[in-house]
């Protein structure tokens, strides 16, 4: 991947593509994983730098985007002991963040943007004072899976957040229905009915 | 926000000069609802076939999606591009989850039209004061031309919008949800798309032969019953509502949750009511757009999840009381 294209991505997350190179690269997004997993790279680092993420291991990335602004060799080591890596880090796993990276990282990921350009939202009062920022995900219970999958029947209909609760409801049920063919290794009830034959 | 606001100056002057030169008709067909029934009927109506770029939580990933609406019947097929190549083929309300690497197929049933592009705003939806919705500005999206909308909330108990509406169908090509710092926790678009195109049968078709495969069924996955319940939030977020109260027994459990889902009119809360004794974990949990807050009142265990901000799933969660 060359610097041209690095700089194209920056761009891009950062919203300052123009329209009809944004078009292209979203194109080729679709055709190229590489392509897909840089951009979750400077996504990923964007939110770290933002501080939207407290999960441990965060102070490792900043180090990494010093590294490489450093242009020093990084000793890979993000996770601790007893806390798995988490998605928001887990793409960084294994990458060399090129300086213009760093760079990028740094100065583009800043930016916001409101909804439609004007003046931010007024925020909530705080009831109960809580992290603002990227709510660091906590292992999901089997109950509260089924929570977000019955919430996700129920809702799909009324309303925009419907597709991002039918890509959540997707994500869940696939997981789950993962967890009970695993389970099948070691016990022989299964949650899902399984069907004699093929329908 | 300088390149915006700058857009938005253009925009306003090209906005002036079309009406000049089009119009009421044009001015007519920039009102928001008006597009947003478009938007509407265009999903109901339309068949595609296109690529979707999906960026959540930091990672980007993409589907193929093939979609035919045909005698009033959905049919689709989605096709993730990562990791174990799940499939998803709709016929009506049938769909089948095809898991190839496990050499399993998953069969559920949707009972209801909805498709993972059809369940956007639509005029239908009563905002009440808790938004604004407005066209901003004109755009390109997967080479086509688009008008943007945006959907503000005037507090941080919600989640703003963005669609790019196609200008030529109104169909939305790319949406944004966006949170109260004005960043995107997740958007999804068309990286490229062919609109109202033939489309075969073949390419509804599963990609693997499944016959080999085996078969689990999980319809009727939750058992609910209607209920009322004396359960109410205390400190609702303005506009909130009752949309529905119903009893549901989950899956492994033989005990019945209440369940009552709030809206108001765009965003939904769900709050599960269930005896404390019967488990589960406390706190906060969050995956891509949906937040959830999980609480002890009294001897009952309360949930609220939804796709809105954390601090209002804790406030529902917190505030809820038996009367």
């Not at chain 2, 559920?108 to 909805?114: K, T, V």
């Not at chain 2, 080999?212 to 009727?220: A, D, G, H, I, K």
């Not at chain 2, 549901?248 to 809360?269: C, K, Q, W």
Request: aromatic content about 6%; some cysteine; charged content about 25%.
């Amino acid at each position: 991947m060359n610097d041209a294209i690095r700089m194209q991505i920056s761009a891009f997350v950062d919203g300052e593509l123009p329209d009809n190179e944004a078009d292209l690269l979203l194109r080729r997004m679709g055709q190229d994983a590489e392509l897909r997993r840089k951009v979750a790279e400077y996504l990923a680092i964007g939110r770290a730098l933002r501080g939207e993420t407290s999960v441990p291991g965060v102070d490792r990335i900043h180090e990494r985007v010093a590294a490489a602004i450093d242009d020093k060799p990084f000793t890979e080591d993000i996770e601790i002991a007893g806390t798995p890596p988490t998605k928001a880090i887990r793409p960084l796993a294994g990458a060399a963040i090129a300086a213009t990276v760093a760079l990028v990282a740094i100065f583009g990921l800043q930016q916001t943007i409101s909804v439609d350009g004007t003046d931010a939202v007024t925020p909530a009062p705080a009831v109960v004072e809580i992290d603002n920022g990227y709510t660091v995900p906590r292992p999901m219970d089997d109950r509260l899976r089924q929570y977000y999958l019955s919430h996700g029947a129920t809702a799909t209909e009324n309303g925009a957040n419907g597709i991002n609760s039918r890509f959540v409801t997707l994500r869940l049920s696939e997981e789950e229905f993962e967890e009970s063919l695993s389970g099948e290794d070691v016990a022989p009830e299964v949650e899902a009915d399984e069907i004699p034959a093929k329908p | 926000m300088v390149l915006l606001q700058r857009q938005s100056l253009s925009e306003f002057v090209l906005v002036c000069t079309s009406l000049l030169i089009a119009g009421p008709a044009l001015a007519a067909s920039d009102e928001p609802m008006d597009w947003l029934n478009r938007m509407g009927a265009a999903v109901q109506q339309t068949s595609y076939e296109g690529t979707v770029i999906r960026i959540r939580d930091g990672e980007a990933e993409s589907l193929k999606v093939v979609h035919q609406v045909a005698d009033g019947v959905i049919r689709e097929k989605v096709v993730a591009q990562e990791g174990n190549g799940l499939e998803i083929i709709r016929n009506g309300n049938e769909v089948h989850c095809i898991l190839p690497d496990r050499k399993s197929v998953l069969v559920e049933e949707w009972d209801d039209q909805s498709t993972l592009f059809s369940t956007l705003p639509s005029s239908e939806i009563r905002f009440g004061n808790e938004y604004d919705v407005s066209i901003v500005r004109e755009d390109r999206v997967a080479g086509r031309q688009t008008r943007l909308l945006a959907i503000r909330p005037h507090d941080g108990y919600r989640y703003g919008h963005r669609i790019w509406l196609d200008t030529a169908t109104g169909f939305p090509l790319q949406t944004q949800l966006i949170g109260d710092d004005g960043t995107a926790i997740e958007q999804v678009m068309f990286a490229e798309i062919s609109l109202n195109k033939e489309i075969h049968a073949s390419a509804l078709a599963p990609s693997y032969s499944t016959e080999e495969f085996r078969w689990f069924n999980q319809s009727n996955h939750h058992v609910t019953r209607s209920a009322d319940t004396d359960w109410v939030c205390e400190e609702l977020p303005r506009g909130f509502k009752v949309i529905s109260t119903h009893e549901e027994r989950m899956p492994g459990s033989e005990a019945f949750v209440t369940h009552i889902l709030y809206s108001d009119g765009l965003a939904n809360v769900s709050v599960f009511i269930a005896q404390s004794g019967e488990g589960g974990s406390q706190g906060p949990s969050s995956l891509s757009g949906s937040n959830s807050f999980s609480a002890i009142v009294g001897d009952h265990q309360v949930t609220a999840v939804g796709e809105v901000p954390a601090i209002t799933v804790e406030q529902i969660a917190t505030t809820m009381r038996p009367r």
